[in-house]
Nanobody, 124 residues
């Protein structure tokens, strides 16, 4: 079965950096998007970034463009989220997710595999 396992969350001061990792297993992801979503307390889960595993196309939420970078290591089936210039409003549980290639790569509803989440807390 498909498994997505995140790591790398933690507590950081505003302006700092963290790198999240997500290792995927259980099938071939060559025709998939692997992405990141986040959910802050009392808010809906929102799209952060995603990457097409075959072509490497990337997509970002406007709120993280220029600060976050998504990348992948195909050999290890691992996707990374490098987060720089972190702000208190980036505080959330970050989830790794996967879906088949299709339209609207940012749509949460189209992602059918999810990790357990990792907490990111940014202090002011």
């Amino acid at each position: 079965q498909v498994q997505l396992v995140e790591s790398g969350g933690g507590l950081v001061q505003a302006g700092g950096s963290l790198r999240l990792s997500c290792t995927a297993s259980g099938r071939s992801f060559s025709n998939y998007y692997l992405g990141w979503f986040r959910q802050a307390p009392g808010k809906e889960r929102e799209f952060v970034a995603t990457i097409s595993w075959r072509g490497g196309s990337t997509y970002y939420a406007d709120s993280v463009k220029g600060r976050f970078t998504i990348s992948g290591d195909n050999a290890k089936n691992t996707v990374f989220l490098q987060m720089n210039s972190l702000k208190p409003e980036d505080t959330a549980v970050y989830y790794c997710a996967a879906r088949g290639i299709g339209t609207v790569p940012t749509a949460r509803a189209a992602y059918n595999y999810w990790g357990q989440g990792t907490q990111v807390t940014v202090s002011s």
